[in-house]
């Protein structure tokens, strides 16, 4: 029954890998099933193997090479398709975005998936029974998400190393060796199951299972002493009282001056300010949707009335360069005056949404970016901190929290992560949960507190261990507040470890092949 399936080349090149891809989606946030995965990359290990050997035969209606891309790109279709279809939620709050919800539903996935297709069909033909081809299995798909991470703005959503986030003592291991090879040892780690397809002795097969768990358990060993090991919060003499307010607005287009009033007085009552305590008041990202910094002064009295020289409040908005013309999206720092006393610029745009591509062709098509207002937003250049009152501040707005390469590239004394982001583009999705869950990743990299603020997502207060010391869940208006202790910065350059560990798999394959050969 079994060999009959498989003898269907439509069942193995298109239909199996698109099921066990979109299962995967299970084992990340908020579903969080990731003992799938350990069924999941055996399957797809053995079909590669399973493609190689019958290439030749009863799947040589093509050239054989094709049979491996088309399986990877089914896989990846599935997997992104299931994963991350909340992208199209965007579209849905402007009509004229609506006809473009089936082109993007297919498209991005479609996309993102050649990466996949692309790793299959340059290490499918190398697929064998053996050691070898699991390394270089484990490799190609760890170097594949490296490369969609990087390649254009980059998209390092849903790397198969955030389906172990609520794993806390193992993920101590980032502070040491960063994000992709953590990435790389978890993916060998999630195939070593498939050893049961090899032709060794079962010894070897319960010996290499018996090394795999036992690299689970030194990780927990490491993690939990990291963890229980880590300095009293009390200890720490340099303390910051912060407030993260999480407002609940809707997503709404065109807000009027009135509008735009009713959430300032909202935005004060949740914040609560004691005049008399010294206290910075964290703003979601987008809550004056369509006003820039210039335009929201003339609601300054609501502040200073309400807010003291003791208080500075980090919220996000559009700011506008006068010089040049062009808008940013942008975290200020103000005191209760609405005065700038920092600034950062997002860095990492989101394509379509913040800026449009090819904008000179494309707005003859009539095509725009989905956020409200101006033409497409200008990428901030400067890799700065925000450096105010002895606190030096790594600023992420919205997605920029799922890139680790913006924790390297940090100032070397950040001592504190602040994020805040526009949730309600995610709808009622799974987003605003696998968005939330990349936070946790940035604080252990960091090894620093981390603090979020978002509007209709999960605000939270993360310490540098990956701990939710406390949080507002999804569609919850209020505050949270915490005296946060300023914790130095400790990250590694983990593109280098990647890089050396990928070097280390090749030459193992490449050194062992000829044996194998034999």
Known sequence: MLEKFLGNRFSVLYLIPFIIGSLATLSFHPFNIVIINFLIFPIFFYLLVYINKKSKGIYRKK????????????????????????????????????????????????????????TTLLIGPFMQFNFLSLIIF?????????????????????????????????????NLIGLFPYNLLVITIFTVPAIFFFKIKTVKKILSTFFAFLTIFCLYLYGNYIVNNNKRLNNYSDKIFFKIISPNFDLKYGLTEKEIRERFTKLVRYSDP????????????????????????????LI???????????????????????FFNSMLIVDNNLK?????????????????????????????????????????????????????????????????????????????????????????????????????????????????????????????KGNIIKQLNRNEAGNIEFEVPLIKSNKIKNDLIFFGLLI???????????????
């Open 63 to 118: 050239p054989f090479k094709t049979n491996f891309f088309f399986f990877g790109l089914s896989f990846g279709f599935g997997f992104y398709l299931s994963g991350i279809s909340w992208i199209t939620n965007s579209l849905t709050f402007d009509e004229t975005f609506k006809f473009l919800i089936p082109i993007a539903l297919i498209l991005i996935p479609l996309f993102l998936s050649l990466f996949v297709g692309l």
């Open 138 to 174: 484990s490799g190609g798909i760890a170097f594949s998400d490296y490369l969609r991470s990087k390649i254009l703005t980059g998209f390092p959503w849903n790397l198969w190393a955030y389906s172990t986030t609520w794993f806390n003592e193992i993920l101590q291991i980032l």
């Open 274 to 301: 004691d005049k008399n305590r010294k206290t910075i008041f964290i703003w979601p990202e987008g809550v004056f949707s369509g006003y820039s910094y210039r335009e929201i002064l003339q609601f300054k009295e």
């Open 304 to 326: 200073s009335n309400n807010f003291s020289n003791k208080h500075l409040i980090i919220f996000g908005t559009n700011k506008f360069d006068q010089e040049t013309g062009n």
């Open 340 to 464: 700038i006393l920092q600034s950062y610029n997002k860095r990492k745009l989101v394509p379509f949404g913040e800026f449009l591509p090819f904008e000179d062709l494309l707005s003859k098509l009539g095509l725009k970016k989905i956020t409200e207002g101006y033409g497409s937003y200008i990428r901030g250049e400067e890799n700065k901190n925000l450096i105010i009152d002895g606190l030096n501040i790594l600023p992420l707005i919205c997605y920029e929290i799922i890139f680790t390469d913006l924790i390297q590239g940090s100032n070397e004394n950040t001592n504190l992560i602040i994020n805040i982001s526009e949730d309600g583009w995610f709808g009622q999705s799974i987003g605003p949960d696998q968005h939330f869950s990349k936070s946790i990743f940035r604080a252990i990299e960091n090894n620093t507190f981390l603090l979020r603020s978002t509007n209709r997502g999960v605000s939270a207060i993360i310490d540098n």
């Open 504 to 518: 280390t798999y090749l030459s193992i394959f490449f050194i062992y092949r000829k044996k194998y050969a034999k």
